[in-house]
């Protein structure tokens, strides 16, 4: 139901978009997340666009990265500007219709997700 893709090989300082392509979901309905994970690391907080379109960025990506959804085309876009070696992991988007804001960071609190996308950026 989740569709993750646009990962790839980067230069440190490049940028690269991510999509989530959702179907089976009431779309508008959702809190959408990026999440990422790291080889060794913990799953952690990127970005979340809420059903009203609020946005919430972990500290380490805001004013680089962007999350943004097109209502139309049912999918969520991860915006990823001035990328770092620190930024490679694997992303993965998620969804859930009924996530209140003080858990919109936790990935627990999602029920559906992709099947993850490869960022790596090279110094």
């Known amino acids: 139901q989740l569709q993750a893709s646009g990962g790839g090989l980067v230069q440190a300082g490049g940028s690269l978009r991510l999509s989530c392509a959702a179907s089976g979901l009431s779309f508008s309905r959702q809190t959408f997340g990026w999440f990422r994970q790291a080889p060794g690391k913990e799953r952690e907080f990127v970005a979340a666009i809420r059903y009203s379109g609020t946005t919430h960025y972990a500290d380490s990506v805001k004013g680089r990265f962007t999350i943004s959804r097109d209502i139309a085309k049912t999918t969520v876009y991860l915006q990823m500007n001035s990328l770092r070696p620190e930024d490679t992991a694997i992303y993965y988007c998620?969804?859930?219709?009924?996530?209140?804001?003080?858990?919109?960071?936790?990935?627990?609190?999602?029920?559906?997700w992709g099947q993850g996308t490869l960022v790596t950026v090279s110094s």
């Open positions: 998620a969804a859930d219709p009924s996530i209140i804001l003080s858990s919109l960071r936790m990935s627990r609190q999602y029920d559906y």
